[in-house]
DNA sequence: TTGCTAGTTTATAATGGTTCTAAATAAGTG
DNA sequence: CACTTATTTAGAACCATTATAAACTAGCAA
């Protein structure tokens, strides 16, 4: 199992479920966006035993708090999560409700010009809506 | 009443209700951002009258279609709101829960490269996340 | 002025995503 | 195994938001 070291490495135990999720999530092709819901439905339908949905948020915000999964700033009822941590930016297609990565060329290096005294910048998120 | 005739040429009929929050909203130096809960708190300062909070969801709702006022997509258990209608980005302080207008200019020109099929962009929003 | 009608306000209930609780279970350690 | 601490779980609680449906009001025309 791939994924024992790299959770006991990170202070989190090892338990069946955090391996089925983490299989889900990472034993993928590519990055997706998800919500809660979303995922507990993938869940489902791909492994047989039951994953209570306390415990699918429970380890969402865990991988969260690790690095391993990032929150993405949008306006729903739900909240969006990506699997892709790197540093992007992202079409919202309003109509579809999905998610699009954005290719750092995409939109080019963004410099802020203003600082806030005493702060520093910890992330910069682009969103594009898209109407049809 | 200088919100009367804006809301009649919006097909929105000037109540008294509309007419105050319009007072709280625009009637000031300058633009600010708020959550539902923090005008419900400046209306309940600014007025004699009780204004349900039901009529303030459908006002910032009703404003919003309109276009006088804007919803700023970030992650908060609350919908933020902005007064300030032009385009703009956003600096968000974590630790305050603050959000800070940015001038195009502190951000410079955004140039989204890709074009996705059929449909075109909406909006451009930026969101700096500030840590200590 | 007086009705009429569609729009609006309101108290209150319902909704639904998320978090909390506390008891049962499992992992790590020696 | 014995013990401690972390984790899982069902269900309750929370709470921002939306829906409901009855009372009220603005606009308009007779
Ligand atoms: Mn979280
Ligand atoms: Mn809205
Ligand atoms: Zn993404
Ligand atoms: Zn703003």
């Keep these: ?3 024992i070291e790299k ?9 069946k479920q955090r391996l ?6 990472f ?3 590519s990055t997706f966006h998800f919500t809660i819901n979303q995922l507990e439905q993938r869940i489902k ?8 949905l306390a415990t ?5 915000h865990a991988f969260e708090k690790k690095g391993y999964l990032k929150q993405i700033p ?10 892709n941590v790197t540093d992007h930016h992202h079409f919202y297609d309003l109509k579809n409700e999905k998610l699009i990565d954005l290719e750092n060329s995409d939109v080019g290096p963004i ?13 910069i998120e682009v969103l594009v809506k898209l109407e049809d």
């Design 56 to 60: 699918i948020y429970n380890t969402v």
């Design 111 to 123: 410099n802020i010009k203003r600082k806030i005294n005493g702060k520093k910048i910890k992330s």
């Design 7 to 15: 959770l006991r490495n990170s202070g989190l135990r090892p338990t």
């Design 20 to 25: 089925q999720i983490c299989e889900v999530l």
């Design 74 to 83: 949008i306006n729903s009822n739900q909240t969006y999560f990506d699997t």
């Design 45 to 52: 339908s791909k492994i047989d035993n039951k994953i209570s």
């Design 27 to 29: 034993d993928t092709e």
């Design 1 to 3: 199992m791939k994924y």
